[in-house]
């Protein structure tokens, strides 16, 4: 679990106390943010998948459609998108990287599904961030490495990536930092109005150095204002400007798409440090970069830290938390350990192995290439899965059984979920994605501790639920149908049986004139008619009637009073 920590009062960097060891620095910083967003239904909405909406927008949108190593250029395609493709399953891989051209060159056409199932929008501008931690802190430059959003065919949900790096960090700098990086926007304010448990300032700045977008973390009343009003929080200013022209659902202003949070504001992240020696690390560090908790108090001489939570609370956390398949002397990557709490995935090593630095076959390429796809792939289930959770509930808010058009919409809803719900289960729910050690061990951690089999089973039992109330509603009309015309057919059949009987007319009105022919058809047709509507009006009391009739236990005078109360008055 991935929790808001204390709010510490702490220097981000204290002077050493003689005796004590060597601070630590982090070599080379890199963070991961993915931010999980539910797209919602547009003012005008064409039915157009959201991606070609964003196609759309125009020049005045920063984003454009990545053509990446997978669906451009064959010549770009290098060893480390190779070594990223093999990692997954077969059936993961179709999910990530589509067919490709075999499928888009055959007889079914260009189809969204089996060519693109997942479509990658990068934006440019944005080369740099400048954050303040705290009130009085010196500002932070972090190179942005690239900003991405990735859609997905057949589901509204949307993840904005941004990953950022870094070098000669402090070590409770750089905990500072994965701590107050990614707030979608403050979670309180202290005493002095000052933003906590997120940067006091950011700033996204272009490659001369211009300010692009900047936070408002600290207008305390123009947040309080619109919860307010909305009834849902405000997005920080930098955060909603690094989406546009996607806007939040509550906006007035006319965007491309439009989002809503759907998860908790603290985005995703993944981590990766490259240190001097992992092994100085005190167990509290490893606690705090592990639980994202930020940086805690100075440590002693024995290089022991100060805890985040209580002993007790932490016996478990190497079992629970710790991957430790690496963390030896030896190897190509010696002292090496992952650290999963589903929120977050944290990778610590050497800065001297060549293998953990290697961006193309080393830790750094896996951690960018398939480990993303990892983290990605856990945290999309889970958002499509709260997607169509919120999706019940919204239709169940607009329901008003007393309108014959909400409750028509209702089970076009609930159909439509519950469709949607199938398609997702079978092209994008799978329990494993690979069979390399690492790597499915790493995705079974994150489901663990996402809680995802347990919120499927949740989602999928509401939606059968629903389904299962709309199927018994349809029956029960059905066999409401079949009781008012077999109550119809049967009273009919007696006025059919005395008219018909040895096919006599009792009015010879066969040589008649014409107009007297045409005044007896329309006079028993309208009788007809009216005695027919009147049956099927009285068809639920005289079911009743004929259910007492045929029961050989009810006296004669029982059943007289059940045919009497079809024309009385209707008890409550």
């Known amino acids: 679990m991935l929790d808001?920590?204390?709010?510490?009062?702490?220097?981000?960097?204290?002077?050493?106390?003689?005796?004590?060891?060597?601070?630590?620095?982090v070599r080379h910083l890199r963070q991961v943010l993915l931010w999980p967003l539910r797209?919602?239904?547009?003012?005008?909405?064409?039915g157009q998948p959201p991606w070609q909406r964003l196609r759309e927008a125009g020049p005045a949108s920063p984003w454009r459609e990545q053509v990446d190593e997978y669906t451009g250029d064959p010549k770009q395609f290098h060893e480390r998108h190779y070594n990223e493709f093999v990692t997954f399953l077969p059936y993961v891989q179709r999910f990530l990287y589509g067919e490709g051209r075999v499928a888009r060159d055959s007889d079914e056409g260009d189809d969204e599904y089996h060519g693109a199932p997942m479509r990658v929008f990068r934006r440019r501008d944005v080369a740099r961030a400048r954050v303040w931690p705290r009130a009085g802190a010196q500002p932070v430059e972090l190179r942005v490495v690239h900003v991405d959003l990735?859609?997905?065919f057949d589901v509204d949900v949307v993840l904005l990536n941004v990953e950022l790096e870094a070098d000669a960090l402090s070590l409770p700098l750089a905990q500072e930092l994965l701590y107050r990086t990614g707030r979608a926007y403050p979670p309180g304010w202290d005493a002095a109005g000052r933003p906590q448990h997120c940067h006091f300032a950011a700033e996204w700045l272009a490659a001369d150095g211009r300010v692009l977008a900047q936070s408002d973390a600290q207008a305390r009343e123009v947040y309080l204002a619109h919860v307010a009003e909305h009834r849902a929080p405000r997005i920080a200013a930098h955060w909603a400007w690094l989406l546009e022209p996607l806007v939040p659902d509550h906006s007035a202003v006319e965007g491309a798409l439009r989002y809503r949070q759907i998860e908790y504001y603290r985005m995703p992240m993944m981590a990766y440090l490259a240190l001097d020696d992992p092994r100085a690390l005190s167990r509290a560090d490893f606690v705090r970069l592990g639980l994202v908790t930020g940086a805690g108090g100075a440590q002693g001489a024995d290089?022991?830290?100060?805890?985040?939570?209580?002993?007790?609370?932490l016996a478990d956390f190497e079992a629970r938390h710790c991957y430790d398949r690496f963390w030896s002397t030896t190897g190509a990557a010696p002292d090496t350990r992952y650290l999963c709490s589903g929120h977050a995935l944290v990778v610590v090593g050497r800065a001297d192995a060549a293998f953990f630095r290697c961006g193309d076959r080393g830790v750094l390429a896996q951690f960018r290439h398939p480990h993303f796809m990892i983290f990605l792939i856990a945290h999309f289930q889970k958002a499509a899965l709260l997607m169509f959770s919120d999706r019940l509930v919204a239709a169940l808010k607009r329901l008003n059984v007393r309108n014959p058009s909400s409750v028509k919409r209702f089970k076009r809803e609930i159909r439509a979920c519950f469709e949607g719900f199938l398609r997702f289960t079978h092209r994008y729910w799978f329990h494993q994605v690979a069979e390399q050690a690492q790597a499915r061990a790493l995705f079974e951690l994150t489901a663990r501790h996402l809680g995802l089999d347990a919120l499927y089973a949740d989602v999928k039992e509401r939606i059968a639920d629903m389904n299962a109330y709309l199927d018994a509603d349809s029956l029960r009309r059905q066999a409401n149908t079949?009781?008012?015309?077999?109550?119809?057919?049967m009273f009919g059949l007696i006025?059919?049986?005395?008219?018909?009987?040895?096919?006599?007319?009792?009015l010879a009105e066969a040589d008649a004139p014409m107009w007297r022919r045409i005044a007896w058809f329309g006079g028993v047709f309208a009788l007809t008619t009216w005695l027919t509507l009147y049956t099927i009006a009285k068809s639920k009391r005289l079911s009743d009637f004929l259910d007492v009739l045929s029961d050989e236990r009810m006296s004669p005078w029982r059943k007289a009073r059940v045919l009497f109360a079809v024309w009385g008055r209707e008890k409550d």
């Open 4 to 25: 808001d920590g204390p709010v510490h009062d702490s220097r981000l960097a204290t002077a050493p106390t003689a005796g004590a060891p060597e601070p630590v620095t």
């Open 39 to 46: 797209l919602m239904p547009g003012r005008r909405d064409d």
């Open 150 to 152: 990735y859609f997905f």
């Open 303 to 313: 290089g022991a830290g100060e805890l985040p939570y209580s002993e007790r609370h």
């Open 482 to 489: 079949v009781v008012r015309l077999t109550v119809v057919t």
């Open 495 to 506: 006025g059919t049986v005395t008219t018909g009987f040895l096919g006599m007319n009792l």
